[in-house]
């Protein structure tokens, strides 16, 4: 058939507002839970034309993730109204072995900047990517897995595995060193921050790569796991292995290294982290307790694992303790910034939902959801930027809301052909 031979390439947005310095960029989206599609989301909250792909009749299982809204007959996941907002929604089965999905696919990669996927498994699909450059020599492809894809280098059989977040937390070295020491165990991080991180790097890569196609017309593929993410965020960990043969272990709230650092425990029963990073900030710490200054000296009591450990360190840390659990939290937290030690109450979203700070930066927006057909409220948008802001155009779509518009006004295809497709289950 090769249809997509002979269709023209139709400019972003064909459906989206103009908006945001990504305007002009479209996304086709085929991934799920959580990575895939939350590097989508960034990108269409600045004004990428994001297509999202989903199974006919059956959608993304992101639509169904615990906890659900439920309006009359419809039901939607919480994740899902704050994530899929400003998306187009393209019901269609992504199998290249059926003639009329190869064109449809193929069409739309003809006709945008980016694929995203976290499929794994694309080749089973009869997807290539030598076919994709074919198509689009521009294209970025960004893969989004756990153990990356094999082109890249590896143990094949390791790029094979299925993954999901705690897994990559676990395998990429994060888990080890998350929570208290032993005979605690190790603790994976909550609210899928493996995902959210290896998604804010997939963004990263796919602006590089879309800028340097611009500049040379040149596509290309960026391969982004969930355990290298995890290992990048690591610090001075693998330093620490190769040139003092240590192993870093973990250390529960409190930073090994320097103090104040830690977790206290407040008089109303609330938790304060104090962080008083070097000498300065330690003396202005030091100041704010009205301890001697002489005897608690950053050299020894605050500035390194010896000081923390040693006599007079342990006895700043208790003295430390007393302090906060003799205030309340807030009381503490302004006499302390008063003397510019940083310093943070543990908030709770009730908090944060009433936080006059939050509310006055814009951090929670509203907008009409698609399914339940009603106004939500959800968090806003990071970064902000002065002349090309983010904003929500839209919110969550319903399962295939868009296919019909993207096919006509991105595709061509008239309404007989359309038709066609549904009938055979293709979209």
Not at 153 to 169: A, H, K, L, T
């Amino acid at each position: 058939m090769e249809r997509w031979k002979e269709i023209e390439h139709v400019p972003a947005p064909a459906i989206a507002p103009k908006f945001g310095p990504l305007t002009g960029m479209r996304v086709l989206m085929t991934g799920s839970i959580v990575a895939a599609p939350f590097a989508a989301s960034l990108l269409a909250e600045y004004g990428a034309e994001v297509i999202h792909v989903e199974r006919p009749g059956v959608g993304d299982p992101y639509r169904e993730q615990a906890p659900v809204v439920k309006q009359g007959d419809q039901r939607v996941s919480t994740v899902w109204i704050q994530e899929a907002r400003n998306k187009l929604s393209l019901s269609l089965e992504v199998n290249l072995k059926i003639p009329e999905s190869k064109e449809i696919f193929l069409s739309l990669i003809k006709n945008c900047d980016v694929w995203v996927e976290n499929m794994v498994w694309i080749e089973k699909l009869g997807i290539t990517e030598e076919m994709l450059f074919e198509v689009n020599p521009k294209l970025v492809i960004a893969h989004i897995s756990g153990f990356g894809r094999p082109q890249f280098g590896g143990v094949p059989e390791e790029c094979n595995r299925p993954s999901y977040d705690p897994i990559g937390q676990a395998e990429g070295g994060f888990m080890f060193i998350n929570g208290f020491p032993e005979p605690m165990p190790p603790s994976p991080a909550t609210g899928f921050m493996n995902d959210y991180i290896t998604a804010l790097f997939a963004v990263n890569g796919i602006l590089m790569a879309y800028l340097h196609a611009q500049k040379t017309g040149q596509g290309q593929a960026i391969d982004i796991s969930q355990i290298e993410s995890m290992s990048k965020v690591l610090s001075d960990l693998f330093v620490q292995r190769f040139l003092l043969g240590r192993t870093k272990q973990r250390g529960g709230n409190k930073i090994p290294i320097f103090q104040p650092a830690n977790l206290f425990k407040t008089k109303d029963e609330r938790y304060l982290y104090i962080g008083a990073y070097g000498s300065f900030v330690f003396g202005r710490f030091i100041k704010a307790l009205e301890l001697d200054p002489n005897k608690f000296t950053h050299e020894a009591a605050g500035g390194s694992p010896e000081a923390l450990n040693s006599e007079i360190g342990l006895e700043l840390n208790q003295l430390t303790m007393d302090w906060v659990a003799a205030h309340d939290a807030e009381e503490a937290k302004q006499h302390l910034l008063s003397f510019k030690v940083p310093c943070g109450i543990v908030k709770t979203a009730e908090d944060l939902v009433d936080s006059e700070h939050y509310q006055k930066r814009g951090d929670f927006v509203e907008y009409k959801d698609e399914t339940l057909d009603q106004i939500v409220k959800a968090f806003g948008f990071n970064p902000k930027m002065s002349q090309t802001p983010a904003k929500v155009w839209r919110g969550a779509p319903k399962l295939g809301q868009d296919t019909d518009a993207i096919l006509q006004k991105v595709l061509h295809y008239d309404d007989g052909e359309i038709a066609n497709f549904r009938q055979q289950g293709v979209i």
